[in-house]
């Protein structure tokens, strides 16, 4: 069964510095793998989907890459701001199973 | 981005009662469905999956006769908490996939439910 793991649990930084959210997981053969955004007491935001065939997508200051031989998944965040505190979740697709990390709880300081 | 919306958002219920939320897929049909129940600061737990027209497929410890999922068609899924105990309370999302595999996952707001 899949594991996803991500480190740190929680990341604490002054606004506008750039920072890194990691994703690791154990089965490589996925179809993709997808970074959201969850609110207190709300749903998942979809920031970003990697296909298994692309090594990074980027949407604004969001930039995520993929190496699925490692299986390993970063999500950049260029010039962090105080809205962007959050807590940001990676899953993998393997066949329309899919497997959560435990988030990381961003809080970007005024 | 694909919509999802869940309805109710928030829902105050006696025990006892049933609870029925739904989640619909407003600009897409979506071939499968998810149920997930989220605990405070815990990632998501997957529930059940649902497929349109066939029976949900539930997770190892899910009790089917006390949530009942119906995927009537592409665009809509209900869970119903029958007979609904505090011990219900909880966070619950669904998402919705447009492909049967390699699909994106999109999410509704969530359901607060609040059982006294």
């Known amino acids: 069964k899949q594991e996803v793991t991500q480190i740190p649990a929680a990341l604490s930084v002054p606004e506008g510095e750039n920072l890194v959210l990691n994703c690791s997981f154990t089965d490589s053969a996925i179809y993709n793998l997808q970074w959201f955004r969850q609110d207190p007491g709300k749903g998942l935001t979809s920031l970003l989907l990697i296909q298994s065939s692309q090594r990074e997508q980027t949407s604004g200051r969001l930039n995520a890459s993929l190496d699925k031989s490692s299986g390993r998944s970063t999500l950049y965040i260029a010039a962090s701001q105080p809205g962007d505190s959050a807590t940001y979740l990676c899953a993998t697709n393997t066949g329309n199973q899919f497997y959560f990390g435990t988030g990381t709880s961003l809080t970007v300081i005024p | 981005g694909a919509v999802v919306s869940q309805h109710p958002s928030r829902v105050i219920c006696k025990s006892g009662t049933s609870v029925k939320i739904e989640c619909r897929s407003l600009d897409f049909q979506a071939t499968t469905m998810f149920w997930y129940r989220q605990f405070p600061k815990q990632s998501l737990m997957l529930m059940a999956t649902?497929?349109?027209?066939?029976?949900?497929?539930?997770e190892q410890g899910v009790e089917k006769d006390k949530f009942l999922i119906n995927h009537a068609s592409l665009t809509l899924s209900t869970l119903t908490v029958t007979s609904a105990h505090p011990e219900d309370s909880s966070f619950y999302i669904c998402?919705?996939?447009?492909?049967?595999?390699?699909?994106?996952?999109?999410f509704g707001e969530g359901s607060r439910l609040t059982v006294l």
């Open positions: 649902s497929n349109e027209g066939s029976k949900a497929t539930y």
């Open positions: 998402s919705a996939s447009r492909l049967v595999t390699g699909g994106e996952l999109f």
